[in-house]
């Protein structure tokens, strides 16, 4: 049962406009939602956050928006540029446990591509 | 600073052999983590560790999976036997403190099983 979805698997977009990345999740629980950025052959980078109290966060070209009701979370990236080429993933956790386990969830990324 | 060090980068073995993965975390970074990545999902978190002792394990096929962290720093991934399922990118991460936008991430070990 997949948790955190990213339906779609590719993006293509032209250098300057929007890319808009969607994440959907099923589990209630889920409170801290993240974005992560990989590029082939490296470990994924933290890029933003948000938590369930926020309905939007934003750090510079990135704009993370969240739904709550509809569980939704998308992350905007304007402009987009050559160098956000990558593979993004979304993430979410439920906080912290009693065991102090922050264990994330991963959805199955999708692949933007920014086209000069 | 440097980073999160991991080694093998690439390991093809025989299903049934044992294999072995280690993880150098970041300096002062209490939290260690291992991660599954199969081929077109996300990473699986499978076991967590607070300094030397564990705190996650939920997801580990303790059946054939093991891992140790030592003293508290360094740490392996072990499989003994490997299954042909077992094919993926193994991600050691590493925080200061328990949370998602404090993982540090290696580049991953590279295991393919034939």
């Known amino acids: 049962d997949q948790q955190v979805k990213q339906n779609s698997p590719s993006l293509s977009v032209q250098e300057g406009r929007i890319s808009i990345l969607n994440c959907d999740y099923t589990?209630?629980?889920?409170?801290?939602f993240l974005w992560y950025k990989k590029y082939p052959a490296e470990g994924p980078t933290f890029l933003i956050s948000?938590?369930?109290?926020?309905d939007k966060n934003e750090d510079g070209r990135f704009t993370v928006f969240l739904n709550k009701s509809a569980k939704h979370l998308s992350l905007h990236i304007v402009p987009s540029q050559p160098g956000d080429s990558a593979v993004y993933f979304c993430a979410a956790s439920p906080g912290i446990s009693g065991a102090g386990s922050y264990q994330l969830t991963f959805g199955k990324g999708t692949k933007l591509s920014v086209i000069p | 600073e440097a980073g999160v060090a991991q080694s093998p980068r690439y390991k093809i073995i025989e299903k049934r052999q044992s294999v072995a993965f280690w993880c150098n975390p970041i300096?002062?970074?209490?939290?260690l983590y291992w991660y599954q990545q199969i081929l077109g999902q996300g990473p699986k978190l499978l076991i967590q560790f607070q300094n030397n002792g564990v705190v996650d394990d939920s997801q580990l096929p303790k059946d054939r999976f093991s891992a140790e962290r030592l003293k508290g720093v360094d740490s392996t991934l072990k499989i003994q036997p490997a299954k042909l399922e077992d094919s993926a990118v193994y991600l050691c991460a590493s925080s200061l403190v328990p949370g998602g936008e404090t993982q540090y991430f290696g580049p991953g070990t590279r295991l393919l099983v034939l």
């Open positions: 948000i938590s369930s109290i926020k």
């Open positions: 589990n209630s629980m889920f409170d801290y």
């Open positions: 300096s002062g970074h209490a939290t």
